[in-house]
């Protein structure tokens, strides 16, 4: 299992594969304060589907987030590293570092080789960050 880095030091995603292996075999230690520690935002919750909603998205961007500021490196989770942690790590760099949609997204193309966000978490995303947007502008 290898992490797929998409800012260095900062930011990664990966597959935790329905178990907690990646902590036995010491690929991230969030607990340890060392510089190769990352910490886990674990997304599984989130759906493959259309249940998901705004609010579901808002929060894991929002605790990723909060977790670089808090511990620097952080690595989001799902279940293979396909979509739905690259959805939010999608949201983290729309939201948080300025970069505008397409950017973002070919960024996360070109860093994560496996990477095939779902359609259904793209609309939601789109929606969710114009929405940002239009609080900002009030």
Same mark, same amino acid.
């Given at each position: 299992? $290898?992490? &797929?880095?998409? *800012?260095?030091?900062?930011? +990664? @995603? =990966?597959?935790?594969?329905?178990?907690?292996?990646?902590?036995?075999?010491?690929?991230?230690?969030?607990?340890?304060? @060392?510089?190769? &520690?990352?910490?886990?935002? =674990?997304?599984?919750? !989130?759906?493959?589907?259309?249940?998901?909603?705004?609010?579901?998205?808002?929060?894991?961007?929002? !605790?990723?987030? /909060? $977790?670089?500021? %808090?511990?620097?490196?952080?690595?989001?989770?799902? #279940?293979?590293?396909? #979509?739905? #942690?690259? +959805?939010? $790590? !999608?949201?983290?760099?729309?939201?948080?570092?300025?970069?505008?949609? &397409? %950017? +973002? *997204?070919?960024?996360?193309?070109?860093?994560?080789?496996? $990477?095939?966000?779902? %359609?259904?978490?793209?609309? /939601? *995303? /789109?929606?969710?960050?114009?929405?940002?947007?239009?609080?900002?502008?009030?």
């Amino acid at each position: 299992m $290898a992490l &797929s880095i998409i *800012l260095d030091d900062i930011l +990664a @995603t =990966d597959g935790i594969e329905y178990n907690y292996r990646y902590l036995l075999e010491g690929n991230y230690q969030s607990d340890q304060k @060392t510089p190769d &520690s990352w910490t886990v935002v =674990d997304v599984r919750r !989130l759906l493959d589907n259309d249940s998901n909603n705004l609010e579901d998205y808002q929060k894991y961007i929002d !605790l990723s987030f /909060k $977790a670089i500021k %808090e511990h620097g490196k952080v690595v989001i989770c799902c #279940s293979y590293g396909i #979509s739905r #942690s690259n +959805a939010i $790590a !999608l949201g983290v760099l729309v939201k948080y570092y300025g970069m505008n949609f &397409s %950017e +973002a *997204l070919q960024l996360i193309k070109h860093k994560v080789k496996k $990477a095939d966000i779902k %359609e259904m978490h793209i609309v /939601k *995303l /789109k929606e969710l960050l114009e929405q940002d947007k239009e609080e900002i502008v009030k």
